[in-house]
């Protein structure tokens, strides 16, 4: 790279801004001259022990690897996480490495230069129909325990709601943006609601207050800065669950009466949603609830999976490539049928 095109690496006002190029628009051997928001961002070292950046840039439709090779530190400067950033360089898929974009400048996008529409994805519900749904099954848990704490952590005005509902429900793999978490929660207590009349023996009020709150501890254990994701220090030392454990609890505590064995069922459920002790749960479920919420909650992950690998689909396909979250790619039937009719 020349002086010049570093240059770039820092803010131009003066760049005339491209049509969006979007991730899943993107083919192999093509130039790439587009906004993209900051994901992620590391530093790493070549074997001669020079640094390179590895970025991860998204937009509405998904996200790519990109690679810095020269002018480091002012990418690195440009490129904050959540940061949007005005990307020049070209696409490629290596059989071994797979899709990455290899940035020649990068600088900060400046204003008027992107929709932040096209950068930043969504729930597929308006954020005001979720809040009606959330308040409208509360009302449906007749236990006046259960509702009660229900209203003291997810009412307007209260710390944890405040955080709760702007949350993600996780950094990469399903529902990695603003109100995601409150999506995915009220998506697996609906079902869980749904399920529980199927099933004898089951005690609905406890399963839905169960999977409302399964993944509160999240609130605790991401930040979220723009449309950036990270683990707090929290998070990685203490992780989601405990987290959730603790936050429920305390205010148990705070609960005078409280029926010590609905406390019990109520926070077995948060300690053993991820089913199984190498996946991160203390304890396996042992009762009919938290069984529930632990299938209907993997359920609800592995599904937003597919939300968001179709998301990253071109026009026509229909099978994505390979995903950790799946174990393997994703196939959608219906996609392109109408282009070939």
């Given at each position: 790279?020349?002086?010049?095109?570093?240059?770039?690496?820092?803010?131009?006002?003066?760049?005339?801004?491209?049509?969006?190029?979007?991730?899943?628009?993107?083919?192999?051997?093509?130039?790439?001259?587009?906004?993209?928001?900051?994901?992620?961002v590391?530093?790493?070292?070549?074997?001669?022990?020079?640094?390179?950046?590895?970025?991860?840039?998204?937009?509405?439709?998904?996200?790519?690897?990109?690679?810095?090779?020269?002018?480091?530190?002012?990418?690195?400067?440009?490129?904050?996480?959540?940061?949007?950033?005005?990307?020049?360089?070209?696409?490629?898929?290596?059989?071994?490495?797979?899709?990455?974009?290899?940035?020649?400048?990068?600088?900060?996008?400046?204003?008027g230069?992107?929709?932040?529409?096209?950068?930043?994805?969504?729930?597929?519900?308006?954020?005001?129909?979720?809040?009606?749904?959330?308040?409208?099954?509360?009302?449906t848990?007749?236990?006046?325990?259960?509702?009660?704490?229900?209203?003291?952590?997810?009412?307007?005005?209260?710390?944890?709601?405040?955080r709760?509902?702007?949350?993600?429900?996780?950094?990469?793999?399903?529902?990695?943006?603003?109100?995601?978490?409150?999506?995915?929660?009220?998506?697996?207590?609906?079902?869980?609601?749904?399920?529980?009349?199927?099933?004898?023996?089951?005690?609905?009020?406890l399963?839905?207050?169960?999977?409302?709150?399964?993944?509160?501890?999240?609130?605790?254990?991401y930040?979220?800065?723009?449309?950036?994701?990270?683990?707090?220090?929290?998070?990685?030392?203490?992780?989601?669950?405990?987290?959730?454990?603790?936050?429920?609890?305390?205010?148990?505590?705070?609960?005078?009466?409280?029926?010590?064995?609905?406390?019990?069922?109520?926070?077995?459920?948060?300690?053993?949603?991820?089913?199984?002790?190498?996946?991160?749960?203390?304890?396996?479920?042992?009762?009919r609830?938290?069984?529930?919420?632990?299938?209907?909650?993997?359920?609800?992950?592995?599904?937003?999976?597919?939300?968001?690998?179709?998301?990253?689909?071109?026009?026509?396909?229909?099978?994505?490539?390979?995903?950790?979250?799946?174990?393997?790619?994703?196939?959608?039937?219906?996609?392109?049928?109408?282009?070939?009719?």
């Amino acid at each position: 790279m020349d002086h010049a095109s570093a240059a770039q690496t820092t803010l131009d006002s003066t760049a005339t801004p491209s049509a969006k190029v979007f991730v899943r628009e993107l083919a192999d051997g093509a130039r790439v001259e587009s906004p993209f928001l900051v994901r992620d961002v590391a530093r790493r070292r070549k074997k001669n022990g020079d640094t390179f950046l590895k970025l991860q840039l998204g937009d509405v439709t998904g996200a790519v690897e990109a690679v810095v090779w020269e002018e480091v530190d002012a990418a690195a400067e440009a490129a904050a996480p959540g940061s949007v950033v005005f990307a020049d360089g070209t696409f490629s898929v290596d059989p071994r490495y797979g899709a990455c974009v290899t940035i020649r400048s990068l600088r900060p996008a400046l204003d008027g230069e992107y929709d932040p529409a096209d950068l930043h994805d969504g729930p597929s519900s308006a954020y005001g129909q979720m809040v009606a749904d959330l308040r409208e099954l509360v009302v449906t848990v007749q236990d006046r325990d259960l509702r009660g704490l229900l209203e003291r952590l997810l009412s307007d005005g209260s710390p944890v709601w405040e955080r709760w509902k702007d949350a993600p429900a996780a950094k990469h793999y399903h529902q990695a943006y603003r109100h995601g978490l409150f999506e995915h929660c009220l998506t697996v207590a609906r079902a869980v609601s749904a399920i529980s009349a199927t099933f004898p023996g089951i005690d609905r009020d406890l399963a839905v207050t169960g999977a409302l709150l399964h993944d509160i501890g999240k609130i605790e254990a991401y930040a979220m800065e723009g449309g950036a994701i990270e683990l707090t220090d929290a998070g990685k030392l203490q992780a989601e669950i405990p987290l959730g454990y603790y936050t429920v609890r305390r205010a148990i505590e705070d609960m005078p009466g409280f029926p010590p064995a609905r406390a019990e069922g109520l926070l077995h459920i948060i300690l053993s949603h991820h089913g199984q002790l190498e996946h991160g749960s203390p304890v396996v479920p042992c009762t009919r609830e938290a069984t529930l919420v632990h299938m209907i909650d993997n359920l609800g992950g592995r599904l937003g999976s597919f939300d968001r690998l179709e998301k990253g689909l071109a026009g026509g396909e229909r099978w994505s490539q390979f995903d950790r979250a799946l174990a393997g790619p994703a196939y959608f039937a219906t996609r392109g049928l109408g282009e070939a009719a």
